[in-house]
């Protein structure tokens, strides 16, 4: 039930549903980088919506079977270009 904020500031290019992470947010950021935000629920914003860095985007959502270990939790993935990097490389 956390809130989940936005890292950067972005364009939403998907809101959806995959059995894997559950409801997500997929962001485009710009120069070929991509954020999707996973395991949410009560998801605020709409596809083509711009995005500010801390902007609440959704609430963090009951783990799906794949995650059940973990517990609730976001899930995070970054792209360049398409293909995956560390996220933390990029937090401040």
């Known amino acids: 039930g956390e809130t ?5 500031k972005g364009v939403v290019k ?3 549903n995959s059995e894997e992470i559950g409801n ?3 962001m485009d950021l710009g120069n070929g980088y991509e954020l999707i935000l996973g395991q949410l629920d009560q998801i605020t914003v ?4 711009t995005v500010e860095r801390g902007q ?8 799906t079977k794949y995650y059940a270990v973990e517990g609730a939790n976001v899930y ?8 995956p990097m560390n996220p933390m490389s ?3």
């Open 4 to 8: 989940v904020s936005a890292c950067a």
């Open 76 to 83: 995070m993935k970054v792209l360049k270009n398409g293909t």
């Open 46 to 49: 709409k596809e083509g919506s």
């Open 90 to 92: 990029l937090l401040d």
């Open 56 to 63: 609440v985007v959704g609430c963090v959502a009951a783990p």
């Open 24 to 26: 997500y947010v997929e």
């Open 14 to 16: 998907t809101v959806g």
